[in-house]
């Protein structure tokens, strides 16, 4: 039995959630967010309350039950009060910039790298940080990661693209004689 998937969910004030046959649909004050489900589970919703249960006893839907209670949970959170994700850059003549709906980073390469930004992200961007802001937490989460990659944190100097509330264990180097 999931843990997660027998959790109840209470709906909040100003929040719609409808179930179709193979998507749900969340509606809130910050947007909303429609997501396609599998008929494995069954979702009911009374008095601002949704419960779940798995239609048959097979390890695959015991494994959505949980998994599909978790993303109803955060599309909810989401449409009330949206994630919020930020980066930061260390090292000489590391930048970037939004320009309309493209991210530009000077990043010590050769040449600019320019991403463009998902439908439903806002970025902004100061001098040392960016922060992603968005009401999906999984494309928030995303477009974190890709920015990230592209130039990770190294060991010995800590340049590089990091979130801020992660630590770069540093290493020592060589040791002068």
């Known amino acids: 039995m999931s843990r997660i998937g027998k959790q109840q969910l209470s709906i909040p004030a100003g929040v719609e959630v409808t179930f179709d046959a193979h998507a749900v649909r969340v509606k809130g004050p ?11 589970i069954d979702f009911k919703q009374e008095n601002g309350i949704i419960t779940s249960e798995p239609r048959r006893n097979d390890k695959f839907s015991r494994s959505l039950w949980g998994t599909y209670m978790s993303h109803l949970k ?13 980066l930061l850059v ?3 003549g590391f930048k970037w910039e939004v ?3 493209n991210l530009n980073l000077a990043l010590g390469f050769s040449h600019p790298v ?16 960016l922060t992603i802001v968005g009401i999906n937490k999984e494309l928030v989460g995303l477009f974190a990661n890709k920015v990230r990659s592209l130039k990770k944190p ?3 100097k800590g340049k590089g693209i990091r979130y801020s ?3 770069i264990r540093r290493k020592q180097g060589k040791k002068s004689a």
């Open 154 to 156: 190294e060991p010995y």
């Open 74 to 86: 955060n599309m909810i959170k989401g449409v009330v009060t949206p994630f919020e994700k930020k």
């Open 165 to 167: 509330t992660e630590v």
């Open 90 to 92: 260390e090292g000489v």
């Open 114 to 129: 320019v991403l463009a930004i998902p439908q439903g992200l806002t970025v902004t961007a100061e001098k040392g940080s």
């Open 30 to 40: 910050k947007g909303e967010i429609i997501r396609p489900i599998r008929e494995e």
């Open 99 to 101: 320009k309309g709906d």
